[in-house]
């Protein structure tokens, strides 16, 4: 692999160097290439374009949510699914069109609903029995028509680690299929006066390699619809699509999942005499994942002969849980000269109090030295978005870059921020 330098042999990200970026903002220091985000949304619409078929594009925001990647999607004309109030207030304050906003979740609360119906989220995936009562109810109080979709756990198991696949059966998302509960939840949606129930959704997992649990899902929702004697408009499949990490991870082109979905629904359609429905998707990773890099200083080292060798920098599992959580692997590169060569093997650690902040297992790297460069690379999913403040270390400023030009879009966070909600404790002996 070789990677973009500029003529002082630095790291760059879409023409702008990641030296002078960490330079400027500090580290750590998450960096977004936003022309290769364009692109990938462009990718994935395109694909739908060239097929002549109704679609949706939806960012899934909880890869990464912040105001400025809701106005890059809007600016795209792409739709964004939120999972929370907090994402949903993200997407407003972006003046992200709500119309063009689906809203996942499996225990959304009586207040995220009102706030849903009342700043006009398009769409509402409804998940379990509560939430349809609850937003029966909203919209009936509200005199207003809601657009849903029921989320159903389709019983596919996809290849991908056990906490990030969804679609199996013993899984606490979505109305479950093989008991009948989902057909029960489309009697009561389709009966509701308030509720315009437009078709089925369903999410098999994330980080997913091959296109097969995608063509059964996608088969499945519809014979699901069919057997209820009920032509849906819209038919959702989830996001879940497969990137690089390492070279262990072979993707497969965005084009290869949407035109498997594309082409089960088309025959579907064509066996059940349905107009094409609207097929949605919700990538998440695939749009910011390879997009998004960390810049981190180096620091310590403590070298165990015949065992191993730790390279510690200034950030970790705080701003990348990934590895601590799945054992997730990513390749790091030496931003100061990222293609020179590999002398040693070291293990990249953070600097958070606990022995499985680990950020790059292992990894082969030049001689380094206290003060340098290194960045992880693809971390744009999933990677600030659960950050935390864990041994109150501050999340990193976000920087996006566009254009050889570059910005902050979320700032660091300081000591200050975060005591800014602890009181003093005054009931106590004094
Ligand atoms: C319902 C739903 N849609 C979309 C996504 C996005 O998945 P990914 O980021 O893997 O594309 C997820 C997360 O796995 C999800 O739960
Ligand atoms: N957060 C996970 C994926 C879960 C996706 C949400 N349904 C990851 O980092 O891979």
Redesign the pocket.
């Known amino acids: 692999m070789t990677y973009p330098t500029n003529e002082k042999q630095h790291l760059t990200v879409d023409g702008v160097d990641t030296i002078e970026l960490a330079k400027t903002y500090g580290t750590p220091l998450a960096v977004y290439d936003v022309t290769l985000i364009r692109k990938t949304m462009r990718a994935f619409k395109r694909i739908f374009e060239q097929e002549n078929v109704p679609y949706v594009v939806s960012y899934?925001g909880?890869?990464f949510a912040t105001k400025a990647i809701y106005q890059v999607a809007a600016q795209e004309n792409i739709h964004a699914?939120v999972v929370s109030g907090g994402e949903l207030y993200t997407a407003i304050k972006a003046d992200f069109p709500t119309q063009h906003l689906s809203f996942?979740g499996n225990n959304k609360s009586y207040d995220e609903l009102v706030m849903a119906v009342e700043n006009g989220v398009g769409t509402i995936i409804v998940d379990n029995f509560l939430e349809l009562q609850l937003l029966s109810e909203i919209t009936a109080e509200k005199n207003v028509i809601q657009d849903i979709l029921l989320?159903i756990s389709p019983g596919i198991s996809a290849h991908t680690h056990e906490f990030?696949s969804?679609g199996q059966q013993d899984s606490k998302?979505g109305f479950d299929l093989q008991t009948g509960q989902a057909k029960q939840a489309y009697d009561i949606a389709i009966k509701d006066n308030h509720l315009h129930l437009r078709g089925l959704?369903a999410?098999i997992?994330?980080?997913i390699f091959d296109v097969t649990g995608f063509e059964k899902n996608a088969a499945l929702l519809a014979d699901t619809a069919y057997s209820w004697g009920w032509q849906p408009e819209v038919i959702n499949t989830?996001?879940?699509?497969g990137i690089r990490y390492t070279d262990e991870d072979q993707p497969l082109p965005e084009s290869d999942f949407a035109d498997a979905i594309i082409r089960v629904l088309k025959e579907k359609a064509t066996q059940y005499n349905w107009a094409m429905p609207e097929i949605w998707i919700?990538?998440?990773?695939?749009i910011v994942g390879p997009a998004g890099q960390t810049l981190y200083t180096v620091g310590s080292r403590k070298d165990i002969p015949g065992i191993r060798n730790y390279l510690a920098v200034d950030g970790g599992m705080g701003d990348n849980i990934r590895p601590a959580l799945y054992q997730a692997n990513y390749e790091a590169v030496l931003a100061n000269q990222p293609n020179a060569k590999s002398e040693e093997i070291v293990r990249i650690a953070g600097k958070y109090c606990e022995s499985g902040d680990v950020l790059v297992w292992q990894e082969e790297l030049p001689a380094t030295k206290p003060g340098d460069i290194l960045s992880v690379l693809a971390t744009g999913?999933?990677g600030y978005a659960m950050a935390s403040n864990y041994n109150r270390n501050p999340r990193p400023a976000v920087v996006f870059v566009e254009n050889g030009q570059h910005q902050v879009v979320v700032e660091r966070e300081t000591f200050e921020h975060m005591i800014s909600l602890d009181q003093d404790y005054t009931l106590g002996d004094k």
């Open positions: 899934a909880k890869a699914d996942n989320r990030i969804t998302f959704h999410h997992g994330s980080q989830g996001g879940g699509f919700e990538p998440g990773r695939s999913a999933y």
